[in-house]
Structure formats: C-alpha cells, structure tokens
Nanobody, 118 residues
Framework: QVQLVESGGSLVQAGGSLRLSCRAS????????MAWFRQAPGKEREFVAR???????TYADSVKGRFTISRDNAKNTVYLQMNSLKPEDTAVYYC????????????WGQGTQVTVSS
C-alpha cells in the first residue's frame, strides 16, 4: 500500500509559477511510475505528466513547455513545477503512483487546489 500526500497548491496570478510536491509513504518508491492528473470544475479528470522508472517522461500537450515533472527517489517525492500559469490551469491536482503489478495509477493522493487568477 502506498499513501500519497500532495502539497503546494495555492492562488496565483496568471503568468506566475507554483511547485507542487507529492510525498509517498512506503518502500520501493523508485519502482513506481509517478504521475500528475488534474480536474477542473465541471470537467473530467485529465492527465498532466508522468515520470516512470525508465525516465521516459511524457506531458499533456496543454502543459508542454510550461510544466516540468521531476522526482527525488531518496525523498520519496515527485514534483510538478508549473510556470507561465494560465487561468485554464485552475484545477485540483492529483498525484498518482502505479506499476505493472498493481496498475498504472493504483494509488491516488487527496489532491491540492491550484487557482490561477486572470
């Protein structure tokens, strides 16, 4: 079992930056594929970025060039650096963990709110 706790969400003006963190409990963090999703009010949850153990990072087209996902296996933490924020980035951001054994996104955090004002 893996527990995920996100932090770093806040209210920020358009054009600003935020860094989200997600700390995982348990061992073998380095073997998990970590990802970020988001859900805006009235919309479906959508993929943002993924950082698997292979290091082959993927991003949603909507955030490419603005967001950067990274991980520190020694700290059991994955980050999402968000730059040039837009009002449409407003959402609850969720961290996920998974593997081929338990499923790609078997574990979810509780989410952290990001609000971008225009």
């Amino acid at each position: 079992q893996v527990q995920l706790v996100e932090s770093g969400g806040s209210l920020v003006q358009a054009g600003g930056s935020l860094r989200l963190s997600c700390r995982a409990s348990g061992r073998r963090f380095s073997t998990y594929s970590m990802a970020w999703f988001r859900q805006a009010p009235g919309k479906e949850r959508e993929f943002v970025a993924r950082f698997p153990p292979s290091g082959i990072i993927t991003y949603a087209d909507s955030v490419k060039g603005r967001f950067t996902i990274s991980r520190d296996n020694a700290k059991n933490t994955v980050y999402l650096q968000m730059n040039s924020l837009k009002p449409e980035d407003t959402a609850v951001y969720y961290c996920t963990a998974g593997s081929i054994y338990v499923g790609s996104h078997a574990y979810w955090g509780q989410g952290t709110q990001v609000t971008v004002s225009s």
